[in-house]
């Protein structure tokens, strides 16, 4: 039987390359996203149809209210997107986001039986978020093995990270191998409805320089 994986998709392109190197890997993929009360609705979108293009994946949306704390460009609409790059962690850092996502997603493969959750952290191409280092997985894994029943029964679900040390344009090659259709990702932190991007954003920046140091075709659609 295959092993189960439960996988954080968030619509956008590393997460998607991390669904399709799992499913490529033999798991059986569960889909796991958030409605946390972020801008915009598109990635969700995007969420649901990368899972969608991945055999067998079954998809699961969870809401949040991240918003209620806000702290967070993406979670309070008072806080602008900046369009420049900043010196240290940025505004669209949301306040232990990957913690309270690592944490739900522990709980459905617990519930699942699962023995894996892959995450797409990346800690080389990234914006500085302090819960995309590998000391924050270590950390987490070390959680993991301890607050769940799971892990006291010596069967520890296991973290993935497998494009942590990867540069975009690597992770790139990598999904395009494996037949990502990067068309159906939204990176944006400011995507419009349809899911164009703005072209002006830190991650917006980051997906165009991966797509240029790869030597493929930037499918991204922009506003």
Known sequence: MAKRAVILTSGGLDSATVLAMAYAQGRSCFSLSFDYGQRHRAELIAAAQVAASVPGTVHKVVGLDLRGIG??????????????????????????????FLSIALGWAEVLEAEEIYMGVNAVDYSGYPDCRPEFIRAFQHLASLATKAGTEGRPITLCTPIIDMTKGDIIRAGTALGVDYALTVSCYQA?????ACGVCDSCRLRAQGFADANVPDPTRYQ
């Open 71 to 100: 702290g967070s460009a993406l979670t309070d609409d008072s806080i602008d997107v900046p369009t420049q790059p900043t010196e240290g962690i940025p505004v669209t850092y949301v306040p232990a986001r990957n913690t309270v």
């Open 192 to 196: 419009n409805d349809t899911g164009a």
